[in-house]
């Protein structure tokens, strides 16, 4: 008995199509293994139709007020929650993570931040009007951008889909999406929900791979693009948009330290940083898998890290004692068991290392010690289940080993010396520092990082900026 696969769509100018030219891509569930569902692997052709959509439908949200456009983002946010069941569903088999994880931890943020981007539509900021040259007043006016294209990443295909169409259309900007050719049956869903919310072409889903998105950037339409992806696909989008000169908007690799004092509360340190460090099988940017620890409590951390490693469960989307889920691919499952693999003689696996069963993309919560600076373990972003720990002897080496990787997107600082934590959020070269914890989230708070972790902040206010532009008018009191 043949089971019929799920057919996913385009959603370009309020109406659902397949590919152009027919292509589609198989979309595989990670927890089983096994393909869903299939969707359109777009080309030159659907990116066009969708600029054209979202570039006809932009003067008119443009001139929308801000109330109107509030009003439409708290519609949606409260559709989403009416559908909260659904979506964490597909989000599910896009991606293998557990479902009341999902419900709990990732659907009511993201309806959150729905809603704040809806208030923050009504608070343009900007200098206030005056004469700042006689005879002459100054006015500010904060406008939208244009059309936006924006390449989504598959940890969290929802909640990074939030994070790109929010502000965006908050602004008054139209918006093309492109979500991960893995993951894209969350985003058509919500693309399904928004149908009847957004005038036709504000908001326009293209499915597709690389060269889709790499179609998307570089097309002459959009004004801005933002992407949410590895450091590569940040560089060569940066490269492409400069090409006519675009706005660019990237949230790329991380590598965050994790930085325990002898002083710090252990088990509390422990117990936060596991579930910091694996939770979504370690697939997130700000994941705290580069631990720090001060040589005097090393090897009783290591201890019970290790322990609370073999605690930690993952498993299938159903199960409601796991974690976390697989991996994304097979690609990432051999990516994460290679750095293993690689481990230099020094090095030592404390827990776990290996991957759980044959079916679907799970590995094991894995803790690795005896690590130096230059391993690559250290200096690269595994993006999986794999926490690594190292030694230090003070302040100062703490920061230079904290510091001395290319990524500076989120950090954390464990100890109940106000001065010290003071001082390390001062010297850390992150976009985030957290003290005595790790990876919590505010809409009101800017997300992004320096170096090779990108540039623009996602959430807050001036996330919501990183979409408007800046236009000065200045009018002769003489008439």
């Known amino acids: 008995m043949t089971t019929e696969l799920r057919r996913l769509r385009n959603y370009i100018g309020g109406e659902f199509k397949d590919a152009a030219d027919g292509r589609t891509t198989e979309v595989v569930n990670p927890a089983t293994g096994e393909v869903y569902a299939t969707a359109p692997l777009s080309g030159q052709a659907d990116v066009d139709a969708a600029m054209a959509a979202a570039a006809a439908a932009f003067p008119g949200w443009r001139d929308t007020t801000p109330s109107e456009r509030q009003k439409a983002l708290l519609k949606i946010a409260d559709a989403f929650e009416a ?5 964490v569903a597909a989000e599910s088999e896009n991606t293998g993570k557990p479902l009341a994880l999902t419900a709990s931890e990732e659907l009511p943020p993201m309806v959150d931040q729905i809603r704040f981007f809806a208030g923050a539509a009504r608070l343009l900021e900007g200098r206030s009007a005056g004469e700042y040259m006689d005879g002459m007043t100054s006015i500010i006016r904060r406008e939208p951008v244009g059309v936006c294209a924006q390449v989504a990443p598959w940890n969290y295909p929802m909640m990074m889909a939030v994070w790109k169409f929010a502000p965006a259309i908050a602004a008054g900007n139209t ?3 492109k979500p991960s050719d893995t993951t894209p049956a969350s985003t058509v869903l919500m693309a399904e929900i928004i149908d009847s919310i957004l005038p036709k072409g504000v908001f326009n889903v293209v499915c597709g791979d690389r060269e889709t998105g790499k179609a998307m950037v570089e097309h002459s339409t959009p004004a801005m693009a933002s992407i949410t992806g590895s450091v590569r696909a940040g560089m060569q989008v940066a490269e492409s948009a400069s090409k006519d000169v675009k706005r660019v908007h990237l949230e ?8 325990v004092f002898e002083d710090a509360d252990l088990a509390k340190a422990v117990e936060d940083i596991a579930v910091a460090g694996y939770f979504n099988a370690g697939q997130d940017c700000t994941a705290a898998t580069r631990v720090l620890v001060h040589e005097s409590i090393h090897d009783e951390f ?12 993952t498993g299938q989307p159903d199960d409601e004692d796991v974690l976390y889920g697989p991996l994304n691919n097979p690609n990432q499952l051999k990516q994460v068991a290679g750095f293993i693999e690689r481990l230099p003689a020094h090095a030592k696996v404390e827990a776990g290392g ?8 799970f590995y094991a919560p894995t803790v690795v010690s005896g690590l130096k600076q230059d391993d690559e373990i250290i200096q690269n972003e595994v993006f999986g289940p794999v926490i690594t720990v190292q030694s230090f002897s ?3 080496q703490a920061l230079e080993y904290a510091n001395g990787v290319e990524f500076a997107l989120a950090s954390s600082v464990w100890t109940k010396d106000h001065g010290r934590a003071m001082r390390m959020s001062k010297n850390l070269d992150f976009g985030c520092v957290w003290i005595n914890t790790h990876i919590p989230l505010v809409a009101e708070m800017p997300h992004g990082g320096f170096k090779k972790s990108g540039y623009g902040k996602d959430l807050s206010a001036y996330g919501f900026e990183d979409y408007t532009r800046i236009k000065h008018v200045m009018t002769s009191l003489d008439g």
């Open 252 to 259: 790329l690799g991380g590598k965050a330290p994790v930085v």
């Open 302 to 313: 290591v201890a019970a890290l290790a322990k609370a490693a073999a605690e930690t469960k």
């Open 83 to 87: 559908r909260a069941e659904e979506l």
């Open 354 to 361: 290996h991957r759980v069963g044959d079916k679907g993309f």
């Open 175 to 177: 918006v093309v999406l």
């Open 394 to 396: 003070d302040e100062s």
